[in-house]
């Protein structure tokens, strides 16, 4: 089972180009999420999308946009690359909404750095 | 942190000794998890203890939750090398997900 799949694993852009990040899960999970992790700061919701075709902001979504495609793939948008973007990104997947009882399934993170 | 809070940042141990790590949060849970995260990898799921229990065990992993104080703990015991990693507790806040930073633990050979 490959579980969570996130592409690319690195990546580096310049300022104000922009890329996106593909995220996958073959557990026909209903929910899935993308967080950011930074040192010293744990992970912080960017996104999340409980059921196909919804999609609902986090703790810090500002620079951000996502597109749920269909219930296996959330995909996560910068559309002009800052610097305070470099981070580590991580999309997870649970088979319940808002994970009050789920626990979370993650990938194996996506590496970004903005110069 | 909006939530929750591990305590001590970081730890460092012998191999065979027991590690204990702490999470603090501040408002009423349906549940906690605990994470681990290997060095430059996802985090994985360890364990989730509901507010109705007190105590919960997964082999070499024991959970405590005291709601009264808001507070949970993880117990590793007979620590092992390959235990070396972040920890990270998780509670609902604002109906989403949220971790605090983390525990880094060092198992030392």
């Known amino acids: 089972n490959a579980g969570v799949t996130q592409t690319p694993k690195f990546q580096v852009l310049k300022t104000g180009q922009s890329m996106t990040l593909q995220c996958a899960q073959d557990?026909?999970?209903?929910?899935m999420y993308w967080y950011r992790q930074d040192p010293g700061m744990g992970l912080r919701l960017i996104y999340y999308?409980?059921?196909?075709?919804?999609?609902d902001k986090g703790e810090v979504p500002n620079g951000y946009n996502v597109s749920r495609l269909n219930k296996r793939e959330f995909s996560l948008r910068l559309e002009s690359a800052a610097p305070s973007q470099t981070s580590v990104y991580f999309c997870?997947?649970?088979?319940?909404?808002?994970?009050?009882?789920?626990?979370?399934?993650f990938g194996e993170g996506s590496r970004l750095t903005v110069l | 942190s909006q939530q929750g809070e591990e305590d001590p940042q970081a730890l460092s141990i012998q191999e065979g000794e027991n590690a204990t790590m702490n999470c603090s949060y501040k408002?009423?849970?349906?549940?906690l998890q605990w994470y681990r995260q290997n060095s430059g990898r996802g985090l994985v799921h360890l364990i989730l203890?509901?507010?109705?229990?007190r105590e919960k065990h997964s082999g070499r992993l024991r959970v405590t939750l005291d709601t009264s104080k808001k507070s949970s703990s993880l117990l590793i015991t007979a620590s092992r090398a390959a235990d070396t990693a972040s920890y990270f507790c998780?509670?609902?806040?604002?109906?989403?997900?949220?971790f605090g930073q983390g525990t880094r633990l060092t198992i030392n050979p």
């Open positions: 999308s409980a059921s196909e075709g919804t999609t």
């Open positions: 998780a509670t609902v806040w604002a109906q989403k997900l949220v």
């Open positions: 408002t009423s849970i349906n549940n």
């Open positions: 557990m026909n999970h209903n929910s």
């Open positions: 997870a997947s649970s088979e319940l909404h808002r994970a009050n009882t789920g626990e979370l399934f």
């Open positions: 203890i509901r507010s109705n229990e």
